[in-house]
């Protein structure tokens, strides 16, 4: 299975690829984390990208595929991934594209999971992270516990500082202007799948299994 998670900030496509990954054994590649560890493990495309970022710039499409392309060739990966945040624009989907067709491979799936504008607003002011393992938390839904200390992991839960209104609300218009028309590209080809997200996490989960056709093992 060889997919992309698409949808606004804070829909929950992060969650929901890491349970796939848990229960199906196929790697989240969030270019976020594989664009991090290239740049710290000094590879040459790390190197590459670190020089942008120290300039503050943007990491340039054709490096981020480059370093996509060195991590789909990993041996986990032989079964399938998860792309998590990537592409954010029709010329990245069609530099995805070209790529998986070099490498004799092809999109099987993309799903997107949509929840209305303002409850991502209201989900985003009131969340908390642990800044260790990533956890969600949620001040309405399900609340950090008092002591901000992650239950899973012990790490520290924080507030991330672009958890503000004015800022969610500006990566909102970005998406709708620049990623939100992903939509129409893939469903062109047939091999997008819409899922309401406005739900508890594991049923919007079974929703997401029921849309690719998988089960998961009892």
Known sequence: MRMIMLGAPGVGKGTQAR?????FGIP???TGDILR????????????AKRYMDAGALVPDEVIIDIIR????????????ILDGFPRTIPQAEALD???KEMGLRLDSVVE?????EKIVQRLTNRWVCEKCGADFNQLTNPPPPDLICPKCG???VKRKDDNEETIRNRLKVYAEQTAPLKEYYKAR???????GDKPIDEVYREILQALGLKKNP
């Open 70 to 81: 060195e991590r789909l060739q990993k041996p986990d990966c032989a079964a399938g991934f």
């Open 155 to 157: 790490g520290k839960i």
């Open 19 to 23: 349970k796939i990954q848990q229960d």
């Open 37 to 48: 560890a290239a740049v710290h493990d000094q590879t040459e495309l790390g190197k590459v």
């Open 28 to 30: 989240q590649i969030s």
């Open 98 to 100: 070209a790529m998986l």
């Open 113 to 117: 999971i949509y929840v209305e504008p």
């Open 190 to 196: 047939g091999i997008l799948k819409t899922v309401d």
